[in-house]
Every structure is written in structure tokens, then in C-alpha cells.
């Protein structure tokens, strides 16, 4: 055997730990947002000797679940052990402690991490702690993977914006709408539950005014459980009157317009710069701390984001059994990659990716 095996053995070895690491990450989901999935590991010769994962919002992190569990069962063997992590371990006080002082009083020799943390209290500090401190550091094990499992988390810090996925359904032949109709009933059973675990999984829901207008949709995710997202209407130039269904709701409710800034109940209104409405809108968003939003049409509104190349993902259902003749178009897309098609009875739903945004990677925790 010579040593690039070895090396190779090594490598191997790392990323069979961070594969466990990313599924205990993932039992998470759904749970932790805003803050991101993370799992943690303890290898001692080869064996893992402990486990932990990142559980609740505001709770322990997966560094500190996995260290009392093996303070409980293995405590001698920590300081020979070696921790792997997928996510740089935090240097801030927050709502917890900072794990890599932790690390650091348990004298573990060893960090492997999956990727850094770009939260801007942490961003490489947690790396640099643990180096001061003399132990051992490696970064990039399935990196990938561990930005891809955090996908909203990381945008939303990387790019100071809300991650944006883009929705709509369509005829079989790309028709959006038919022209006459107040309303073409694409969807079904299957894909307006599937339509509401998309909306779960994000912070917010956006719509345009004339949308909004028209459909009078309530906006919600009564038919998944979890969290209800907040409501968000693109009206410049506020025409949507309070009357509309989707106000009559506990959930905030947020108003991007470019007449004023109020608040008024749970009705949020946010001015945008009339000559940059999209950038603008999606900062502010950032500064409400919204971290991903479901832009749900219409074809105007998913139009300016895809001119404005703010967008990370679209997903679009297709009716292959309906035809229209007239109508509004489905919106297209330049820049495109295609990640994965599924049949859900008689729709196509369709992953497409912005390929622009490089530094999201497609990996296997993607979709
Ligand atoms: C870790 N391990 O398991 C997680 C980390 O408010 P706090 O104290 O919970 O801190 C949240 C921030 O900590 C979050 O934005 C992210 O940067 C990091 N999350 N760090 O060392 C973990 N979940
Ligand atoms: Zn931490």
C-alpha cells in the first residue's frame, strides 16, 4: 500500500463520517429555521462513539448534543477522539455558547467540517479559535453537500437577500392562464398539496397585486403541517384593497410598494425604490430577517426576478392533459439547468436551477 492510497483511504474515510453528519443534520428539517441543519459526529479509531444534531430553534447545537453524549458513554476517549461537523462551529455568543470554546475545553485534537459558516458572527472565527487553540482543522469534507443541505441559509447570508424560489403551473402546451377565464384550474388534489409543502419549507409567500386581484388566494398551507410562512404582495402602487381573503389571517402580511412605510395590525408596508423595485424589495426582506420566499405569480411578477437574475430555483407543474388556445404565457427562463423531473399523476413537475448562482452547488440534499 503506498501513501496515495492512504491518502485516499483518508479522504474516504472523512466523508463517510460527514455523510452521517449531513443525515443527522436533516432529521431537523423543518425545525430549526432560520437557523441552519448541522450534525455532528465523535470518531475514536475509526468508530463513532457519539452523535448529535442542531434540534430546535434556539436550542443546543449539534456540537453540543454530540459532546454530552459522549460525556455520558465514552467520556475518556474524547480528548483521543476526532469531531466531525458540517458546519464551522460557531465563535459568537447567540443564543447559546460558542461551540468552539467547548471544543476547545474538552481537548479535542481534531475538527473535520463540512463547510463555513458565512453568518457574519461566525464567518471563519470558529476556524481561526480552533487553530489558535492548537487543534488539528480541516475544511471542505462534502462541501458541496453542506452548503447545498442550507441552501436558503447560505444565500440568504452570501447575497444579503431572501433565497427565491419561483412557482407556477401550466398548460400543457405553456399557457399560464386562459384568456377570458377569471380562473384556469391547473392544479389538482395531488399538486395543491404539494403546493403547500413547498410553501411550508419557506419563510414567506410573495404574489403580485394583479394576482392577488384576481385569484383572491388565502395564501396559506392549510393542507401541510408546519409553520405558517408570512404573506408578501408585490403592489407598487397599492391597488390591492384589504377586503381580499389573504388579509383575513393572523399571519404578517407584508405590502412591497413605492408609496409609503407603515405598519398597521399585522399589515407590514415596505416603500421600494421605484427604479430598482426587485433588489430593493429583497433587501428589506433581508432585514425583516425573511429567509426564503415561494414567488407564486404571476407571469409579470416571476418576469422581474428572472430580468433581475434574483432567483435561485423554479419549480413548474405541467398539466399534460390541458390545452388551451389563448392566454398568458408561462414565464421563460434563460439560464437554466434542469435538475430533476417527477410525474405526480397526470402533471410534470420540473426542477429548474439558476445556474448563476455558483456558489449554491446542486447536491445530493438539493431537492
Ligand atoms: C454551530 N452548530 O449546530 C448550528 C450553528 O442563535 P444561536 O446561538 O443558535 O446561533 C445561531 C447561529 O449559529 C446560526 O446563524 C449559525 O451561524 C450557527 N449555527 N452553529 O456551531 C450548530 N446550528
Ligand atoms: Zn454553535
Known amino acids: ?62 456540537e453540543v448534543h454530540c459532546i454530552q453524549d459522549a460525556l455520558q458513554n465514552h467520556p475518556d476517549k474524547i480528548p483521543l477522539s476526532t469531531l466531525y461537523v458540517s458546519l464551522e462551529p460557531c465563535a459568537h455568543f447567540g443564543k447559546t455558547p460558542p461551540c468552539a470554546d467547548l471544543i476547545i475545553r474538552h ?3 481534531k475538527v473535520v467540517i463540512g463547510c463555513r459558516d458565512s453568518f457574519e458572527k461566525v464567518d471563519g472565527k470558529g476556524i481561526a479559535k480552533l487553530k489558535a487553540a492548537g487543534i488539528e482543522v480541516i475544511v471542505g469534507v462534502l462541501e458541496k453537500e453542506a452548503i447545498a443541505l442550507n441552501k ?3 444565500t440568504f447570508h452570501q447575497l444579503t437577500r431572501p433565497y427565491i424560489t419561483l412557482k407556477w403551473a401550466q398548460t400543457a402546451n405553456g399557457y399560464i392562464s386562459e384568456e377570458g ?21 419557506h419563510a414567506a409567500i410573495m404574489v403580485g397585486a394583479n394576482t392577488a386581484i384576481a385569484d383572491d388566494p388565502l395564501l396559506d398551507n392549510r393542507n401541510w403541517m408546519g409553520p405558517a410562512p408570512k404573506k408578501i404582495v408585490f403592489d407598487p402602487n397599492l391597488k390591492v384593497p384589504v377586503s381580499l381573503r389573504l388579509f383575513n389571517t393572523t399571519a404578517v402580511v407584508i405590502i412591497l410598494n413605492t408609496i409609503k412605510d407603515a405598519v398597521a395590525g399585522n399589515i407590514i408596508y415596505l ?69 430533476k423531473a417527477t410525474v405526480l399523476q397526470n402533471d410534470e413537475i420540473i426542477y429548474f436551477k439558476n445556474q448563476n448562482n455558483s456558489f449554491v452547488h446542486a447536491g445530493t440534499a438539493l431537492l
Request: proline share 4%.
Open 181 to 201: 377565464k377569471t380562473r384556469l384550474m391547473i392544479s389538482n388534489d395531488y399538486t395543491n398539496r404539494l403546493v403547500h409543502s413547498w410553501r411550508t419549507e
Open 1 to 62: 500500500v503506498n501513501s496515495f492510497t492512504f491518502a485516499k483511504m483518508y479522504e474516504q474515510a472523512h466523508e463517510v463520517y460527514m455523510r452521517r453528519c449531513l443525515q443527522l443534520a436533516r432529521l431537523a428539517a423543518g425545525h430549526v429555521a432560520p437557523n441552519p441543519m448541522v450534525g455532528a459526529v465523535l470518531v475514536h479509531k475509526g468508530q463513532v462513539i457519539a452523535e448529535g444534531y442542531h434540534q430546535q430553534y434556539g436550542g443546543p447545537h449539534a
Open 271 to 339: 416603500k421600494m425604490d421605484k427604479n430598482s423595485m426587485i433588489p430593493d424589495g429583497l433587501r428589506q426582506l433581508h432585514q425583516l430577517n425573511i429567509q426564503s420566499v415561494l414567488v407564486e405569480g404571476g407571469a409579470f411578477l416571476h418576469q422581474s426576478f428572472i430580468k433581475a437574475g434574483m432567483w435561485d430555483e423554479a419549480r413548474v407543474i405541467t398539466n399534460k392533459e390541458l390545452l388551451v388556445s389563448k392566454g398568458v404565457t408561462a414565464p421563460m427562463l434563460s439560464e437554466q439547468v434542469k435538475l
Open 152 to 154: 436558503a441559509f447560505f
Open 107 to 109: 481537548q479535542i485534537p
